[in-house]
C-alpha cells in the first residue's frame, strides 16, 4: 500500500475495522495476481499451471527433497501430486530416484532443463517483488514479513524457516 492508499490511521492503530480489512484482502488478492502473471504467461506456453511451479520451486529449493516432503509442503493429495511429478518427469524437467535408506522413498531433483525453467520463473517473480519492495522501502518490506510469518500455520512457518535456513 502506498501512503496515498493507506488508511490514515492504519500506523498508528493496533485495531483495524472491518472496511481496512477488507480493502487489505482485496490488495492482497490483486498484488497475488500481479506477482503470479509472469510466471503464468511461462507456464501456460508449456501446458503448466501453479501446481507445476510450485514443485519445481521446492524441488530447486530442497534438491532430493522427498515426494512425502514436497507433499506436506504444498498441501495437496498425492494423487494430484502424482499427475503434476509425472508431467515434469516426463517432460524431463525433473528425475525421480528410489532412496538409498528406504527404497519406498522417491527423491526429486530438477534437470538442467528444470533448473533453467525455474530460474525464469524466479527472474520474473524476483523483478517484480524487487520493484515492490525499492517503491516501498526498507521499513515497509520489514513490516511486510512480518505480516506474513504472522499469517502462516504453525506448520507452514516450520517449512519456511527450514527453508530460510538454507539461505542465511
Known amino acids: 500500500m502506498t501512503q496515498s492508499t493507506q488508511p490514515k490511521s492504519v500506523a498508528t492503530q493496533l485495531f483495524l475495522t472491518d472496511e481496512q480489512l477488507r480493502k487489505g484482502t482485496e490488495a492482497m488478492f490483486f498484488a497475488y495476481r500481479g506477482f503470479t502473471a509472469d510466471p503464468d504467461r511461462i507456464l501456460a506456453d508449456r501446458g503448466y499451471g501453479r501446481a507445476h511451479h510450485r514443485a519445481i520451486h521446492f524441488i530447486h529449493r530442497s534438491p532430493g527433497t522427498t515426494v512425502n516432503n514436497l507433499l506436506n509442503i504444498l498441501g495437496v493429495t498425492k494423487q494430484s501430486l502424482n499427475r503434476v511429478l509425472r508431467t515434469l518427469i516426463e517432460d524431463e524437467l525433473v528425475t525421480s530416484a528410489v532412496g538409498q535408506k ?9 534437470t538442467p532443463m528444470g533448473v533453467a525453467l525455474e530460474r525464469s520463473l524466479s527472474d520474473a517473480q524476483r ?21 506474513l510469518e504472522a499469517m502462516m500455520d504453525e506448520d507452514m512457518r516450520r517449512h519456511y524457516e527450514a527453508l530460510k535456513d538454507k539461505t542465511e
Open 102 to 110: 528406504d527404497k519406498r522413498e522417491r527423491h526429486l531433483h530438477l
Open 127 to 147: 523483478d517484480r517483488m524487487r520493484a515492490a519492495y525499492r517503491a516501498a522501502g526498507a521499513e515497509a518490506v520489514a513490516g511486510f514479513w512480518q505480516v
